[in-house]
């Protein structure tokens, strides 16, 4: 199961932790491994998870990635953790884009997403419903809120989140006027002659 940010176990204490004894999950030695070469290529290291075999890292750019960049990256993150060894045994890196639908699993993450269609799905023994979906409103340094569709606000607390996503709403690309309008000038043209 990846490490969870949010809800039980909250890796959020991390910071806390260090320096009392208390020993660092391989996604957090991955993160503290990674995140520097990431910073250097101005990425944003959005996420580490070890799944199974799968170390799944997740970067960002302000204005996007390319197939270009996500093997450079990925070369770079290979040869360090190659270095390091922070995993035992073999494993499987995968590196890769948030895609449309993203993981909110950092404050930073929540805070970008201000004003966006959220799905949350709270931790087992949370007050409310279990699964709600919203915009979200607002956050602070303790939760969100979340506008709900009839027009409530639905305050979440960060320890309260066991999983949370952008959601993204398909739209059908709009007809083109121009393109109808080319088909009957046509049309019309046939006629005239």
Request: hydrophobic residues 35%.
């Amino acid at each position: 199961m990846p490490t969870p940010l949010f809800g039980r176990g909250c890796a959020l204490n991390r910071e806390l932790n260090k320096g009392i004894g208390v020993s660092m999950s391989v996604a957090e030695k991955v993160g503290d491994l990674v995140s520097p070469l990431c910073s250097s290529a101005d990425l944003e290291l959005v996420d580490v998870e070890l799944n199974g075999g799968i170390l799944k890292i997740v970067i960002d750019h302000s204005e996007g990635l390319n197939t270009e960049v996500l093997a450079e990256i990925t070369r770079d993150i290979s040869r360090q953790l190659d270095q390091a060894e922070p995993l035992p045994g073999s494993y499987t890196l995968e590196v890769t884009s948030p895609g449309l639908e993203r993981s909110l699993k950092k404050p930073q993450h929540f805070e970008k997403a201000v004003g966006s269609l959220i799905a949350v799905k709270k931790a087992p023994g949370a007050s409310g419903d279990r699964r709600i979906e919203g915009v979200l409103n607002s956050i602070t340094q303790t939760g969100i809120s979340v506008e709900l569709e009839d027009g409530s606000f639905e305050e979440v607390l960060y320890d309260e989140i066991q999983k949370a996503r952008t959601v993204f709403v398909w739209q059908p690309e709009p007809k083109s006027n121009r393109s109808y309008g080319n088909n009957q000038q046509i049309l019309e043209g046939r006629v005239d002659q």
